[in-house]
């Protein structure tokens, strides 16, 4: 009832919660970045697929298998959805995967905000030349016993050879379950997937029961260019089976099936040799008492972080200088991804967090 309570006042800032300590998890949110790339045989397909709609198609494929990680993982390795540690500014997640077909593929995810907490991150692969950048926020309300969340932010991937953008808006969702200490995930509203080629997927979700009897489930259409007229629709569960309807010729055959697809997981380097900004490493005692559940040492370990970066805000106001982000900036969204973005039908942000590879490269960071 406690945790209930401090849900109802928490005025839509998550990181002021106190969840009871069998809901904590020692990750933080900074990594929840992976999962956009935890398929990187998905995640490098669209670049060889020479025909725009196929490739449309493909994108919306890499995008639905990118859910299950996102949304589901926690509960199923954890037995619920935790809440995860409040990434601090500054504060980085790197790791790369490596495949044998599709060779390095790259993270970069670093909290570039934290009041409000706002992740941002880069994912490429240069063999394939493809790259996924954005960033996201959470901003949280309270309803009876559920938890909605809208998120901010957007993805982008890029595709080299084709010169091709694909601007990805971020589903609302909503935590059920909380009142019975068994929080999970549940996506509501839709996605939208607008190319720079001018196709766009509108991907809408739905939990148990509105489409089907089943959870998880999304109803997906891809359109042409001039919008005119609807090409596929794809329905299904996105942790489960999917199905395609090619809406010219009227056949049906399988778009996604998520038992058939292993995730790769991410190589982050050994906590020994990560800076003490890497995520696993700034929080490794926190982690670890959040594993044996000792509450106390969870408190102290955490109030430490929390203080130094109390310490540092200070000293930053005094010296009138803003924390200098690592490896992203925010900069004013022009030419295609603007576009592209008023193609999507969204009304763009101002400002957005963009990657800086130059800036990054020429760093100790980036030897994964
Ligand atoms: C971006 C994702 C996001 C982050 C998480 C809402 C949530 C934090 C944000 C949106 C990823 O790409 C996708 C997946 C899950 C989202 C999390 C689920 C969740 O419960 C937490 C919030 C902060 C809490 O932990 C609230 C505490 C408690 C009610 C739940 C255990």
């Known amino acids: 009832m406690t945790f209930l309570r401090s849900l109802a006042t928490s005025k839509g800032d998550l990181s002021s919660i106190t969840a009871p300590p069998f809901i904590l998890s020692g990750t933080s949110l900074v990594e929840y970045s992976k999962f956009w790339a935890e398929l990187p045989d998905l ?14 198609l493909a994108v919306v494929r890499w ?3 990118t859910l299950k990680g996102q949304y589901t993982s926690r509960n199923e390795a954890l037995g619920s959805e935790k809440k995860p540690l409040n990434p601090f500014l500054g504060e980085l997640f790197l790791g790369k995967w490596e495949t ?31 790259e996924l950048q954005g960033y996201n926020g959470q901003k949280a309300s309270f309803a ?39 929080p999970y995930v549940e996506l509501e509203q839709k996605t939208v997937i607008q190319s720079s080629g001018g196709y766009r997927a509108s991907i809408e979700y739905s939990g148990k029961g509105y489409f089907s009897g089943k959870k998880n489930t999304f109803k997906a259409k891809l ?58 490493r700034a929080w490794e005692k926190v982690a670890a008492a959040v594993q044996v559940m000792d509450y106390d040492t969870i408190h102290v370990e955490k109030s430490k ?6 310490e540092l805000r200070k000293k ?17 969204d022009e030419g295609p991804l603007k576009e592209v973005a008023e193609l999507a039908g969204v009304e763009p942000d101002e400002k957005v967090w963009r990657f800086n590879r130059e800036v990054f490269e020429h760093s100790p960071d980036s030897k994964l």
């Open 305 to 310: 972080i929390e203080n130094q970066q109390r």
């Open 223 to 280: 359109y042409a260019p001039d919008q005119s007229s609807l090409l596929y629709t794809i329905a299904g569960q996105w942790s489960g089976k999917s199905t395609i309807i090619n809406e010219k010729q009227k056949s049906e055959s399988v778009f996604y099936d998520a038992m058939e697809h292993k995730v790769v997981p991410l190589v982050v380097k050994p906590i020994e040799q990560q800076a003490e900004y890497e995520s696993q």
């Open 144 to 182: 009876t016993t559920m938890l909605n969340v809208r998120q901010v932010g957007h993805a982008v991937l890029y595709i080299k050879k084709f010169d091709e953008y694909y601007y990805i808006t971020l589903p609302t969702l909503h935590i059920e379950g909380l009142f019975y200490g068994a």
């Open 100 to 130: 044998e077909l599709e060779g390095t593929t790259i993270l970069v995810s670093e909290q570039v905000s934290h009041h409000p907490p706002v992740t941002a991150y880069a994912i490429y692969n240069d063999a394939y030349g493809i």
């Open 43 to 56: 995640f490098v397909a669209p670049t060889m697929i020479l025909d725009k709609e196929e490739r449309a």
């Open 63 to 65: 995008f639905i298998a």
């Open 316 to 332: 930053e106001k005094e010296e009138g200088v803003e924390w200098q982000r690592r490896y992203f900036e925010l900069v004013e």
